[in-house]
C-alpha cells in the first residue's frame, strides 16, 4: 500500500452572499467548506487515493462538526493542531472570482495565522507520507504561518518527501511586512513540483514576463513565456523536477482554458477548452493541482498527467463550490469527448 499524500494549509469557510442583497432579506446566506489545500486534499480523496490534512484549529465544537465531515469523505484528521481562537473566513459574492474585489478575507488571528514554529511534530507527521503539498496562501497569511511554511518543507524534505505547491497569488495577502519574493524563494529549493502561471512567477519568484503579453494573445507566445519561465525555475531550483502552467482567459460570458507542463526533459502543452457559461471560478487551479498529483503519485506518463489535470480543472468550473465533485471516470470522459 502506497504512503499518504499530505495536504497542509489553512481550512476557510467560504460565506457567499448574493450580488444583490436578498441574503439580508431572506436570512439565509450560502456557504462553502475550503481553502487552497484543503480543496486538493478533498479532490484526492474523492479519487481515492489515501490522504491526510494538517492544518490548525481551536478546539471547539465547530472545528470537531468540520473535521467529522472531512472524515466522511476519507479525509484523514490525525494531524490536525488543536490551537488558537477562530477558523479563518472569506466573504465572495456569487459568481465571483477569488481575484475580484467582491472578496473580503477574515482570516487575521485565526488559528492557522498564529500556528507557531515547533508546534507542529513533522517528524510524527511525515511517518507514512510520501508527497507533502502546500501553497503558496499559506505563508501569505503571516510570519508565523510562513516560517512554519519553511519548517515543514525543510523536515519533508530531508526524508525524501515529494514537495508540490501551487503558486497562488493574492495580493489581498501577504501584509506583514514581507515581499512574496522574499519569502517564496526560500520556500523554493525544497520544492520538486511548482504549479501557477507566468505572471504568479513573477509576482513570487522575480521571474519577469515579457511586457504587454497580452497585446498578442497568442496562444504560442504564452506557452513560449511559460516555457522559459519553467527553465529559469528548473534552474535556480535545482530539486524542481516539473512545473505545470495554467492559462485561463475569458469572461463571465466566455472562457478558454489550456495549460502547459514542462519536466526538464520535455515541454507538452494541454488540449484547449472554451465554454459560453461556467457556474464557480474558485478551487479551479486546485483541482488542477490535485490533477497533478493524481497523475504522479500513479506514475502516469507525462502528457497523461496534463490531459487529466486540465480536464479536472475545466470540469471544476460547473461546479458549485469550493471543490470538485466530478470522480475520475467522468473526467477522462472529458478528455475523450474534447
Not at 10 to 25: A, N, T
Not at 118 to 141: L, R
Not at 296 to 315: C, G, R, S
Request: hydrophobic share 40%.
Amino acid at each position: 500500500m502506497k504512503k499518504n499524500i499530505l495536504c497542509f494549509g489553512e481550512l476557510l469557510l467560504r460565506i457567499s452572499p448574493d450580488g444583490g442583497g436578498e441574503w439580508l432579506k431572506n436570512n439565509s446566506l450560502p456557504f462553502f467548506l475550503g481553502g487552497a489545500e484543503l480543496n486538493v486534499a478533498t479532490a484526492l480523496a474523492l479519487w481515492q487515493l489515501p490522504v491526510q490534512y494538517c492544518t490548525a484549529l481551536p478546539d471547539n465544537y465547530l472545528s470537531k462538526q468540520l473535521l467529522g465531515h472531512l472524515n466522511q469523505k476519507n479525509i484523514g484528521t490525525d494531524q490536525v493542531s488543536y490551537s488558537g481562537n477562530r477558523i479563518g473566513l472569506y466573504f465572495l459574492a456569487q459568481g465571483q472570482d477569488v481575484k475580484n474585489d467582491a472578496l473580503i478575507y477574515d482570516r487575521a488571528h485565526s488559528s492557522f495565522a498564529e500556528l507557531q514554529p515547533g508546534v507542529i511534530n513533522w517528524d510524527e507527521v511525515f511517518a507514512d507520507v510520501s508527497w507533502f503539498h502546500f501553497s503558496a496562501i499559506s505563508p501569505a497569511v503571516s510570519q508565523s504561518a510562513a516560517d512554519v511554511c519553511l519548517e515543514a518543507v525543510k523536515a519533508a524534505s530531508a526524508k525524501g518527501i515529494t514537495v508540490s505547491v501551487d503558486l497562488n497569488y493574492r495580493a489581498k495577502l501577504w501584509k506583514y511586512g514581507k515581499t512574496p519574493v522574499e519569502v517564496m524563494q526560500q520556500l523554493l529549493p525544497y520544492c520538486d513540483v511548482v504549479m501557477g502561471n507566468v505572471w504568479a512567477a513573477e509576482a513570487m519568484l522575480g521571474i519577469e514576463v515579457v511586457p504587454d503579453i497580452h497585446e498578442s494573445g497568442q496562444k504560442s507566445i504564452y506557452l513560449k513565456e511559460a516555457l522559459k519561465t519553467s527553465e529559469e525555475i528548473v534552474k535556480r531550483y535545482p530539486k524542481c523536477k516539473a512545473v505545470a502552467n495554467t492559462f485561463r482567459f475569458g469572461n463571465d460570458s466566455e472562457i478558454n482554458y489550456y495549460t502547459a507542463l514542462y519536466t526538464g526533459s520535455q515541454f507538452i502543452s494541454s488540449k484547449e477548452y472554451s465554454s459560453s457559461q461556467i457556474v464557480d471560478k474558485v478551487g479551479s487551479g486546485d483541482c488542477y493541482m490535485a490533477g497533478l498529483i493524481y497523475g504522479m503519485y500513479n506514475d502516469w506518463a507525462p502528457a497523461d498527467v496534463l490531459e487529466y489535470a486540465t480536464a479536472a480543472a475545466f470540469t471544476k468550473l460547473f461546479v458549485k463550490s469550493d471543490t470538485t465533485n466530478k470522480t475520475v471516470n467522468e473526467i477522462q470522459n472529458a478528455i475523450s469527448n474534447e
